[in-house]
């Protein structure tokens, strides 16, 4: 089995940071891209941002200049840091990994999500 677990989220005033971590663990030859996507009531799920196992990173423009992804290939996680906080932003972040299992199916693994609330 593959498991995807997000931490960080939480309560925070407009202006501040918040930084998320996801960890991957199960099954696992091999992870592809890994990224963070949102979703607020009433809405679909938007991409945040997205790393590809080289390293190269893929923005939303909400995103651009304000967060920033990164991963740690030999830990099997990856983390949004997430600066100059807007209301806006409020929602439940959700990581998502393609991963090569040695036992599940490979492809795209969701976490559960985390609630991060923006608001004074």
């Known amino acids: 089995q593959v498991q995807l677990v997000e931490s960080g989220g939480g309560l925070v005033q407009p202006g501040g940071s918040l930084r998320l971590s996801c960890a991957a663990s199960g099954s696992i030859y091999s992870i592809g891209n890994m990224g963070w996507y949102r979703q607020t009531p009433g809405k679909s799920r938007e991409l945040v941002a997205d790393?590809?196992?080289?390293?190269?990173?893929d923005y939303a423009d909400s995103a651009k200049g304000r967060f920033t992804i990164s991963r740690d290939g030999a830990k099997n996680t990856v983390h949004l840091q997430m600066n100059s906080l807007k209301q806006d932003d409020t929602a439940v972040y959700y990581c998502?990994?393609?991963?090569?299992?040695?036992?599940?199916?490979?492809?795209?693994?969701w976490g559960q999500g985390t609630q991060v609330t923006v608001s004074s």
């Open positions: 790393i590809s196992r080289g390293g190269i990173a």
């Open positions: 998502k990994a393609y991963v090569v299992s040695t036992i599940t199916p490979s492809g795209d693994y």
